[in-house]
């Protein structure tokens, strides 16, 4: 999404002199981080992510006006009931190894192979 785009909903201004009142990002630390990042970015591509950073830094210091002392923390705004399934102890004791071993995806020498997640 456009940032200009989305900070222009919030009702914040979005022009450059405003938003560059105070010194803003400095762009040896976006050449560092894009270089981190393995990424080239031309002058003018980092002059304008300078100006979206600091509009986006400018959106943050709004948000942090509103008191959210008394609110609960959520992962997303329409979430009415935890996604995550209770964490419960089953019976298998009568299961045999074998059938157990059959409903995995994928085994390796009577191991059941998971993904890499990192």
Request: charged share 25%.
């Amino acid at each position: 999404m456009n940032l200009q785009l989305a900070l222009g909903t919030t009702g914040l201004d979005t022009h450059e002199s405003e938003c560059n009142s105070d010194p803003g990002m400095d762009t040896q630390e976006l050449y560092v981080t894009a270089d981190l990042s393995h990424i080239q970015l031309t002058e003018k591509e980092i002059s304008q992510l300078a100006l979206q950073v600091d509009q986006m830094v400018a959106y943050f210091s709004k948000m942090s006006e509103f008191d959210v002392s008394g609110l609960e923390p959520t992962t997303h705004m329409q979430v009415s009931r935890s996604r995550v399934r209770a964490d419960e102890r089953r019976d298998i004791s009568g299961a045999d190894p074998d059938t157990l071993l059959e409903a995995a995806e994928e085994l390796e020498d009577r191991f059941i192979v998971i993904p890499n997640v990192l």
